[in-house]
């Protein structure tokens, strides 16, 4: 079992940056592939970023690639989304999840653990 909790959030304006970091217990964090999803109100949740157990691997949705950067840390069992050139179409609840994974998939089903969720707002 693996819990993740998420933090970070919070508002800030357009052009800005935000840095969003989820922490899992439990074991053998390196051998999954962790993804961060986002869900803007009234919308489906849709993908942002994924990166290898090992790091090695990473994928970017178009809408953010260039802006958000995602990393891990196996050592501290912890993975980040730094997020750069905010802009208001970014607001959104950002979530965490992680999957015992063969390769980096975009589809939320596909993953197994789910953190809570932190709120984004980007103001205009």
């Known amino acids: 079992q693996v819990q993740l909790v998420e933090s970070g959030g919070g508002l800030v304006q357009a052009g800005g940056s935000l840095r969003l970091s989820c922490v899992a217990s439990?074991?053998?964090?390196?051998?999954?592939?962790m993804a961060w999803f986002r869900q803007p109100p009234g919308r489906e949740r849709e993908f942002i970023s994924a990166?290898?157990?090992?790091?090695?691997?990473?994928n970017y949705a178009g809408s953010v690639k260039g802006r958000f950067t995602i990393s891990r840390d196996n050592a501290d069992n912890t993975v980040t989304l730094q997020m750069s050139i905010l802009k208001p179409e970014d607001t959104a609840v950002y979530y965490c999840?992680?999957?015992?994974?063969?390769?980096?998939?975009?589809?939320?089903?596909?993953?197994?653990?789910w953190g809570q969720g932190t709120q984004v707002t980007v103001s205009s």
């Open positions: 999840a992680a999957g015992n994974l063969k390769n980096i998939a975009t589809i939320p089903r596909v993953y197994d653990y």
């Open positions: 990166i290898s157990g090992s790091g090695g691997i990473r």
């Open positions: 439990g074991r053998a964090f390196s051998t999954y592939t």
